[in-house]
């Protein structure tokens, strides 16, 4: 059974640069059919989509981000990496990693449980 | 302010059926872009109820229907039981972001 789990630090100071890891049990992460994706959710708030790795490396981030987010894939270790730089205490939420298809349109279909990332120093 | 529109509470009544709305535009829902439903219940992450616009995935039961038409989407529940309580989030593409987008969520109490 495919099984996400995300992990990093809980606390990062403002300014610094949050880095947090995707372990991808029950299933290869070199899968040709498959994106790898990051989305976050502040503390009561909704669902953003930050970025997406593939297993040759080609990536797609959120335009928006400015160049902070970078998405990641070790194929060896069968992880998914997402850093975000210069954090401020905005980027505070759980953080998640999910699968979705290649089709631009298809589903999130599996996630990881979520890591609680708070900026504060 | 999110690219895909959602109301910020539904309710109703067990056994009820409720309506969830999801208007976008042209560049995301009302072009090729599919829509997806996804069910938040509380302390957890989110689960997909229904792809492709209209389509669940095994195990999500018949009561979950998704529609579909020009930049609306709607997600549809009905014979409503108090586990459907969560938050419900509409999710697509949009073309004049780059991005995959996500409406602003909708909690649904059941009374």
């Known amino acids: 059974q495919l099984q996400l789990r995300e992990s990093g630090p809980g606390l990062v100071k403002p300014s610094e640069t949050l880095s947090l890891t995707c372990t991808v049990s029950g299933d290869s992460i070199k899968s040709r059919s498959h994106y790898w994706g990051w989305i976050r959710q502040p503390p009561g708030k909704g669902l953003e989509w930050l970025g997406s790795a593939y297993y040759n490396g080609n990536t797609h981030n959120k335009p928006s981000l400015k160049g902070r987010v970078i998405t990641s894939v070790d194929t060896s270790k069968n992880q998914l990496s997402l850093t975000l730089t210069s954090v401020t205490a905005a980027d505070t939420a759980i953080y998640y990693c999910?699968?979705?298809?290649?089709?631009?349109?298809?589903?999130?279909?599996?996630w990881g449980q979520g890591t609680l990332v708070t900026v504060s120093s | 302010q999110s690219v895909l529109t959602q109301p910020p509470s539904v309710s109703g009544a067990p056994g009820q059926r409720v309506t969830i709305s999801c208007t976008g535009s042209?560049?995301?829902?009302?072009?090729?872009?599919?829509v997806n439903w996804y069910q938040q219940l509380p302390g957890t992450a989110p689960k997909v109820v229904i792809f492709g616009n209209k389509n669940r995935p095994s195990g999500v039961p018949d009561r979950f229907s998704g529609f579909k038409s020009g930049a609306s989407a709607s997600l549809v529940i009905s014979g409503l039981q108090v586990d459907d309580e969560a938050d419900y989030y509409c999710?697509?593409?949009?073309?004049?972001?780059?991005?995959?987008?996500f409406g602003g969520g909708t909690q649904l109490t059941v009374l």
């Open positions: 999710q697509s593409y949009d073309n004049s972001l780059g991005a995959w987008v």
């Open positions: 999910a699968r979705h298809s290649t089709t631009v349109t298809g589903p999130l279909d599996v």
């Open positions: 042209s560049s995301n829902i009302g072009g090729v872009y599919d």
